[in-house]
């Protein structure tokens, strides 16, 4: 089980790598959508990193 928890955090720090490399094609602002607002898209990507950080907290619990 516990190799299983471990595959599941490195497999989740990738995913967080991608979102950081990535972070402006995905969070940035939207072309096709100029009226979309800083605090539309803040809030957005706070939901993702609060979600990320959780998961990520739970499976390091989880481990140790």
Known sequence: MIIF???CLLI???IGFYL????GKLFGADQDN???TEGARSL???HIVVIWLVIAYML???IF
Request: no cysteine.
């Open 44 to 46: 957005g990507v706070t």
């Open 20 to 23: 950081v490399i990535n972070w």
């Open 12 to 14: 989740w720090l990738w």
């Open 5 to 7: 928890a471990v595959l």
């Open 60 to 62: 390091v619990r989880f």
């Open 34 to 36: 100029p009226s979309e």
